[in-house]
């Protein structure tokens, strides 16, 4: 029984990771499986108490993977908002490239150049320059 019920554990982690991406399907799945344990003990393939430590087992396995996921620390980089505005000081040190082996814009660039805004938009206004 150990066996089956680590199988089922491990299943339940496989749907729980799943949950945020398809919870539509998951729980669809999840659905099926419950109805399937249920037409199983019907026809006397598992006993009641075997479907019902088994189901658990794999329910249990959804529940670990949604708490181990919430409770893991979260990186405080995707917490910033992007419509912030970010302070960039630097220096250039080669030209813009549009492309691979292009340059961009000719121009000469001073040595130090201050941008406020997004990254995309300091270096679209440092290469206009």
Same mark, same amino acid.
């Given at each position: 029984?150990?066996?089956?019920?680590?199988?089922?554990?491990?299943?339940?982690?496989?749907?729980?990771?799943?949950?945020?991406?398809?919870?539509?399907?998951?729980?669809?799945?999840?659905?099926?499986?419950?109805?399937?344990?249920?037409?199983?003990?019907?026809?006397?393939?598992?006993?009641?108490?075997?479907?019902?430590?088994?189901?658990?087992?794999?329910?249990?396995? *959804?529940?670990?993977?949604? $708490? &181990?996921?919430?409770?893991? !620390?979260? +990186?405080?980089? #995707?917490?910033?908002?992007?419509?912030?505005?970010?302070? *960039?000081?630097?220096?250039? $040190? &080669?030209?813009?490239?549009? !492309?691979? +082996?292009?340059? #961009?814009?000719?121009?000469?660039?001073?040595?130090?150049?201050?941008?406020?805004?997004? $990254?995309?938009?300091?270096?679209?206004?440092?290469?206009?320059?």
């Amino acid at each position: 029984m150990l066996p089956s019920l680590t199988v089922a554990f491990i299943a339940g982690l496989l749907v729980g990771s799943q949950i945020p991406y398809f919870p539509l399907s998951a729980s669809f799945l999840l659905l099926l499986v419950a109805l399937g344990t249920f037409v199983l003990e019907r026809l006397n393939r598992f006993s009641v108490r075997q479907a019902t430590w088994l189901y658990g087992a794999l329910l249990v396995g *959804v529940v670990y993977w949604a $708490v &181990a996921v919430n409770l893991a !620390a979260h +990186d405080p980089m #995707g917490e910033h908002s992007s419509d912030a505005a970010i302070e *960039v000081t630097g220096r250039i $040190v &080669a030209p813009v490239q549009q !492309a691979p +082996d292009q340059t #961009g814009h000719d121009h000469q660039v001073g040595r130090s150049n201050r941008c406020i805004g997004s $990254v995309q938009t300091c270096s679209a206004d440092l290469a206009h320059t």
